[in-house]
C-alpha cells in the first residue's frame, strides 16, 4: 500500500533499500505505526540516515499523505536511477531475459521503477535473512543516455554484444602490477597505501615476545612492548597541477587520498607548478601562498608525498633566478628548495605519472629530481614501492650542498 | 516496556516516540545534534526510566572496538603466573579470571535487558565504528584468545551519539536508527530550565532567555548552548541578580561565552 510512497522518497534522492522495506513491514505487524504522526516518525527512521534528507523526506511525506504540495516536488529525476540497488536489478533482470533491450526502449521509467518494487517486495519473505541482490554495489551503465524518450537505453544492440564487449576490454588489464593509476584499481592503490608503518608509541603488548624474553631472562617478567598497528599518521601531498601530463591524474589523486581521508591523522593538500620555489599553494588555483619555511615547522614525521612529471626546463630546476623567492628575494635554484625539503622529510618521495621506461626520454630533469627524492611512477607496483620509500624513510642520497636560512625569512 | 521521560528531563514526544520505536525494533538509535541538546542525557534518563542499568562507554579516538566487549590481561596473568598466590582468588589456568568485559560486554552478558551508551562514536575510526556496529547488529562477539562466542541473552537499548565531527559511513547510518535532535526553542528552553530550577521566576527566566537566543545568534564561534544556559542562571540565582537584565551588560558573562575571541567580539559590539 505504501509503494507509491517509496518511489516518490527515491525520486526525491534519498537512497532507500529493500532491507528499509522490509524493516518498516515488520514495524508495522509490531504495531508501531498506530497514526499518522507514528507512521511518519517510523517512517523517518527507517528511511532517512542522513540530517540533510529529513527536509525531502517531510516534503515527500506531506504530498504522498496529506496531498500538501509544497515547493514543487519534482518528478522523477534521472539521477534517481543511476542508484545502485535498481540498475542492478535491471542488470540481473536482463540476464535472465525477463526484460529485454526492447522492453527497456519501450518501458517508461515510472514503469520501469513498479516492476522493479513488485520485485523486491514480492521477494520479502525470502530475503528476510540475506537482503543480499539488492543493496550490494554495481555499476551502472544504464541511464546516461536515453532520457529523452523515457526509457533507457542499454549501450550495445544485444547482451551478446555486451559481453563480448566485456571481453574486449580486458578488464583486468587495469589489476596487473604494471598497470597506472586509475578508477579500476583503486581498491589495490588503497590496499597499498593502507600498509603505512605502524605510527605512535610502543602500547601494544607483545605477548609472543614477552614470554621469549621472559624464558631467557630466567622466568623474571619482561614485558615487551610493541608499536600499534594504526596507519594513524600525517600525511602532506603536493601536486604539480601546471603540467599537462599532470591533468588527467589529478581527480584520481585526489580521490585516492579522500577515501583514505580517516585513514590519516592529517591530510593536506598543497599545489605548485613544475618546480616547488619559496612556497606552494593551499588552493589549486595557487592564489593562497603557503611558504616553504612554514612547512618547515611540520612535524618531520610527516609523509611528504610529491606527484609531479619532473620535467621541467633545467633552468627551472638549476638556476638560482629560476624563480624568485617570495619572501627573502634571495635567488634560490629550485633544486635547492627540493633539498630542504627533502632532508628536513625523511619520509618522503616523488611520484610520476610519466611511466619509468619513458624518462630517459622525456627530461633530465627527472633524474636529477631523483637524485633528492626517490622517485617511482604511479603504477602499482611503484606505489607499492613508493610506500615501502615512505616507511623506511630512506635517508637523502647526499646532502644540498648550500644549506638554505629560510627559518629566518 | 514504554519510555515516557523523567522528572528531571524534558522529553520532547517526538523524542519519546523514536526511542520507543527503536527499542521495540531492536535498533541502536544514533543521535546527533549540537553539544547541550541532551544526547547523552537521553540514555541516562532512559535507564532511570525504565530502571534499567547503564553500561556507558565514552569513546576515545584509540579504541578499536574490541576493548568496548572484553579486555584480556595479559600482564596481570603473566605475573601471577610468576608470583601469583591463592590470596588473589585467581587460578592462572583459567583464563577467564583474566577476561574483563566492557560496557558491551557486560551488556550482552547481563541476566535483564540494560542501557548501552555509546558515547562520541565519531571520535573513534571508521573501522571501530563497524566493527562495533557488527556486534551490536548480531548481538555477540567473540573472544578471540578462546574462540569463544558471548551471545547476549537480551538485546540493550543502545543510545550512540554523535557530535558529528567527523562523517560517520553509510552502512554505519544504515545500520542504525537516526535521529537529529534540533536545538530547543525558547519554549521547549523554559521547560528545560523549569526542570532545573523549579523556583526561577517568570521574568528573569524571560530575559534571561531573551538574552540566551540573542546571543546564539550572534554567529558565535561556540554559541552558548543548553549546558551553558543552565550555569548562567545558577549563578544569576546565586548572586541574586535582579530582572530585567540588559544585554549590554551581562553579568557572568565567561559562563556563556568560552571564547576569549567571542567575549572580545561581543565586549567590541557592546561598546
Not at chain 1, 580486458?170 to 588503497?190: C, F, G, H, I, K
Not at chain 2, 547541550?36 to 534518563?45: C, D, H, S, V
Not at chain 2, 553509510?170 to 525558547?186: E, K, T, V
Not at chain 2, 550555569?231 to 541578580?241: E, N, Y
Request: glycine fraction near 6%; charge should be negative; hydrophobic fraction near 40%.
Amino acid at each position: 500500500m505504501f509503494l507509491p510512497f517509496f518511489y516518490q522518497l527515491r525520486d526525491q534522492g534519498i537512497p532507500i533499500s529493500l532491507r528499509y522495506v522490509l524493516e518498516f513491514y515488520q514495524a508495522l505487524e509490531k504495531g508501531l505505526a498506530l497514526d499518522l504522526d507514528r507512521l511518519f516518525i517510523l517512517m523517518r527512521l527507517i528511511f532517512v540516515k542522513k540530517v540533510e534528507h529529513f527536509d525531502a523526506f517531510e516534503q515527500a511525506f506531506a504530498s504522498y499523505f496529506l496531498g500538501v504540495e509544497g515547493e514543487a516536488i519534482p518528478r522523477f529525476t534521472l539521477q534517481a536511477w543511476e542508484e545502485k540497488d535498481f540498475s542492478r536489478w535491471l542488470e540481473e533482470e536482463l540476464a535472465k531475459g525477463t526484460l529485454s533491450g526492447h522492453d527497456l526502449e519501450n518501458l517508461s521509467l515510472p514503469e520501469l521503477l513498479k516492476s522493479f518494487w513488485e520485485v523486491a517486495t514480492a521477494q520479502k519473505g525470502k530475503h528476510r535473512g540475506g537482503h543480499t541482490w539488492v543493496g550490494t554495489g554495481g555499476t551502472s551503465p544504464f541511464g546516461h543516455s536515453g532520457a529523452e524518450r523515457e526509457g533507457i537505453r542499454v549501450e550495445g544492440d544485444s547482451l551478446h554484444g555486451a559481453a563480448l564487449k566485456v571481453i574486449d576490454a580486458r578488464r583486468y588489464v587495469d589489476y596487473a602490477a604494471s598497470a597506472t593509476l586509475r578508477a579500476e584499481n583503486l581498491r589495490q592503490v588503497l590496499a597499498a597505501l593502507k600498509h603505512m608503518a605502524p605510527a605512535g608509541p610502543p602500547t601494544e603488548l607483545d605477548v609472543d615476545e614477552t614470554i621469549d624474553q621472559s624464558c631467557r631472562n630466567g622466568g623474571e617478567i619482561e614485558l615487551v612492548f610493541k608499536q600499534e598497528l594504526k596507519d594513524r599518521i600525517q600525511l602532506m601531498v603536493l601536486l604539480d597541477n601546471g603540467g599537462a601530463s599532470m591533468r588527467p591524474y589529478l581527480d584520481l589523486v585526489k580521490l585516492v587520498f579522500g577515501l583514505m581521508r580517516d585513514q590519516f591523522k592529517d591530510l593536506d593538500y598543497y599545489y605548485f607548478h613544475n618546480c616547488i620555489y619559496g612556497c606552494v599553494y593551499s588552493d589549486p588555483q595557487r592564489l593562497t601562498l603557503y611558504p616553504i619555511y612554514q612547512m618547515l615547522r611540520r612535524d618531520p614525521e610527516t609523509r611528504l608525498i610529491i606527484i609531479g612529471d619532473a620535467n621541467m626546463a633545467p633552468a627551472e630546476l638549476m638556476l638560482s633566478d629560476g624563480a624568485i623567492d617570495y619572501f627573502s628575494k634571495v635567488r634560490v635554484p629550485g633544486r635547492d628548495w627540493l633539498w630542504q625539503i627533502r632532508n628536513y622529510f625523511g619520509h618522503s618521495v616523488w611520484l610520476n605519472p610519466i611511466p619509468r621506461h619513458q624518462w630517459p626520454q622525456e627530461s633530465q630533469t627527472i633524474f636529477q629530481i631523483g637524485e633528492i627524492f626517490p622517485m617511482e611512477d604511479l603504477t602499482l607496483a611503484g606505489i607499492r614501492r613508493s610506500v615501502e620509500w615512505l616507511n623506511s624513510g630512506a635517508p637523502p642520497k647526499k646532502t644540498s650542498s648550500r644549506q638554505l636560512a629560510v627559518g629566518s625569512a | 516496556m514504554q519510555f515516557h521521560g523523567t522528572d528531571k528531563y524534558y522529553l520532547n514526544p517526538e523524542l519519546k516516540e523514536i526511542v520507543n520505536i527503536a527499542m521495540a525494533m531492536d535498533k541502536p538509535l544514533l543521535v546527533t545534534g549540537e553539544a547541550g541538546t541532551g544526547k547523552t542525557q537521553l540514555a541516562f534518563q532512559i535507564s532511570r526510566a525504565l530502571d534499567l542499568t547503564l553500561e556507558e562507554a565514552r569513546c576515545k579516538s584509540t579504541f578499536k572496538g574490541e576493548e568496548l566487549c572484553y579486555v584480556y590481561d595479559t600482564v596481570l596473568r603473566l605475573n601471577d603466573s610468576r608470583f601469583g598466590t591463592k590470596e588473589s582468588g585467581r587460578d592462572v589456568n583459567n583464563i577467564w579470571d583474566y577476561l574483563n568485559f566492557g560496557p558491551i560486554g557486560r551488556a550482552f552478558m547481563a541476566d535483564e535487558r540494560r542501557v548501552l551508551l555509546l558515547d562520541e562514536i565519531d571520535k573513534t575510526d571508521s573501522d571501530t565504528q563497524d566493527n562495533l556496529l557488527d556486534v551490536l547488529e548480531d548481538g555477540s562477539f567473540i573472544i578471540r584468545e578462546i574462540n569463544h562466542k558471548v551471545k547476549a541473552k537480551y538485546m540493550p537499548v543502545t543510545v550512540i551519539t554523535s557530535n558529528a565531527k567527523r562523517e560517520l559511513s553509510d552502512p554505519f547510518l544504515r545500520r542504525c536508527y537516526c535521529h537529529h535532535i534540533p536545538f530547543p526553542d525558547m519554549e521547549e528552553m523554559s521547560r528545560i530550565v523549569r526542570l532545573h530550577y523549579p523556583e526561577i521566576t517568570a521574568p528573569l527566566m524571560d530575559s534571561a532567555l531573551a538574552i540566551f537566543y540573542h546571543l546564539r545568534e550572534q554567529g558565535f564561534e561556540k554559541p552558548p548552548a543548553t549546558a551553558e544556559l543552565l550555569d548562567w542562571l545558577g549563578a544569576l540565582q546565586l548572586d541574586g541578580v535582579k530582572p530585567p537584565l540588559s544585554p549590554d551588560t551581562v553579568p557572568f558573562l565567561g559562563t556563556l561565552l568560552k571564547r576569549t575571541q567571542d567575549l572580545l567580539y561581543h565586549k567590541r559590539e557592546k561598546a
